[in-house]
T-cell receptor, first 117, second 114 residues
Framework: DSGVTQTPKHLITATGQRVTLRCSPR?????VYWYQQSLDQGLQFLIQ???????AKGNILERFSAQQFPDLHSELNLSSLELGDSALYFC????????????????FGPGTRLLVL | AQTVTQSQPEMSVQEAETVTLSCTYD???????LFWYKQPPSRQMILVIR??????QNATENRFSVNFQKAAKSFSLKISDSQLGDAAMYFC???????????FGAGTTVTVRA
């Protein structure tokens, strides 16, 4: 158990819908990362938050957004869902040097499996 | 852009034997980190081992060890005394020291034969 929790574990929805994935980082971790794992794209970095602020963006679609709340949990919002959005979405967390770039290891949650029908 | 290549889609090993997984990466940086993550059928991503590029000594974690060749940009994982529980997909990952994201290879599926 990495200490990172994600809910829900599974999500089945229809095209055009909107869903919210939730992540709670390990105790004390300030950085949260979101990754998408799909069969055709592999594991891809989506976005990173540090202590409530967006720090880096990767291959995240405009239909997707995220935020990190004062209690450090994070939510990934996926809207106007398409079949191709079906994937495993991981949240990871790490301890970051204050204000600096994170050097520590990222620990992953169990993932949320999203199926868009 | 950094790319991570795992050239072996699948590897098979007999229980108690040793298997080595290959990983190469492309970077112009001198300060970075390399990782191996294990993804068993449960799909959880589990950290296996990590290596700092500035350290010449190869990292070791119990039955797992790496062969880090910085000049060759190679980072292989050796699993010794393979166990049935080692069956999983293994991902090699790269992170620049002042960057946020992990860049992953395509993965190698390891099968352990009893």
């Amino acid at each position: 158990d990495s200490g990172v929790t994600q809910t829900p574990k599974h999500l089945i929805t229809a095209t055009g819908q909107r869903v919210t994935l939730r992540c709670s980082p390990r105790s004390g971790d300030l950085s949260v990362y979101w990754y998408q794992q799909s069969l055709d794209q592999g594991l891809q970095f989506l976005i990173q938050y540090y202590n409530g602020e967006e720090r880096a963006k990767g291959n995240i679609l405009e239909r997707f957004s995220a935020q990190q709340f004062p209690d450090l949990h994070s939510e990934l919002n996926l809207s106007s869902l398409e079949l191709g959005d079906s994937a495993l979405y991981f949240c990871a967390s790490s301890v970051s040097v204050s204000g600096g770039a994170p050097r520590e290891t990222q620990y992953f949650g169990p993932g949320t499996r999203l199926l868009v029908l | 852009a950094q790319t991570v290549t795992q050239s072996q889609p699948e590897m098979s090993v007999q229980e108690a034997e040793t298997v080595t997984l290959s990983c190469t990466y492309d970077t112009s940086e001198s300060d970075y980190y390399l990782f191996w993550y294990k993804q068993p059928p449960s799909r959880q991503m589990i950290l296996v081992i990590r290596q700092e590029a500035y350290k010449q000594q190869n990292a070791t974690e119990n039955r797992f060890s790496v062969n880090f060749q910085k000049a060759a940009k190679s980072f292989s994982l050796k699993i010794s005394d393979s166990q049935l529980g080692d069956a999983a997909m293994y991902f090699c990952a790269y992170k620049r020291s002042n960057d946020y994201k992990l860049s992953f290879g395509a993965g190698t599926t390891v099968t352990v034969r009893a």
